[in-house]
């Protein structure tokens, strides 16, 4: 077993730390969050990591980024994830076709008139989540 990794906070950061808890912020970051202050008050990295569930090198992981970056290091850097293949353009010009145009679509044509004018292929159910997301179906348009 190497050097313990001890933490030592603030009376400041360990408040803001706290609040993270009850704040809008994802659960990643508040379980980040509490490893820190766990460690803070003296838990081993083998008990927080008992406590969650984690392996101890993810612990380990998180307790480094803390000491590197600070509050910033809870949060995920961008990049992560599938890109999406449409622009908000398309969306829009889809919107426009639904407002102008007399007919209604069902999503099926709505993913065709994407593809066919624009070149984006999406599934009809992707095109539906996107569009119910941004209220665009079932407001009356």
């Known amino acids: 077993m190497g050097a313990r990794l001890r933490i030592f906070l603030t009376r400041e950061q360990d408040r803001i730390l706290l609040n993270l808890r009850t704040a809008d912020v994802p659960q990643k970051v508040k379980d980040r969050a509490e490893v820190i202050r766990l460690n803070a008050h ?27 970056l600070g509050l910033e290091g809870l949060w995920e850097l961008p990049g992560r994830g599938g890109k999406a293949k449409w622009k908000e353009q398309d969306i829009v ?30 599934s009809p159910d992707r095109l539906r989540r996107v569009l119910k997301k941004r209220g665009s179906i079932g407001n009356g348009l």
């Open 42 to 68: 003296g838990w081993y990295v083998e008990k927080i990591a008992a406590h969650f569930n984690w392996t101890a090198q993810t612990v380990r992981e998180v307790l480094h980024k803390w000491q590197k």
């Open 93 to 122: 010009f889809l919107e426009e076709c639904l407002k102008k145009e007399p007919r209604t679509y069902n999503s099926h044509q709505l993913a065709q008139k994407l593809e066919s004018d624009r070149s984006i292929k999406l």
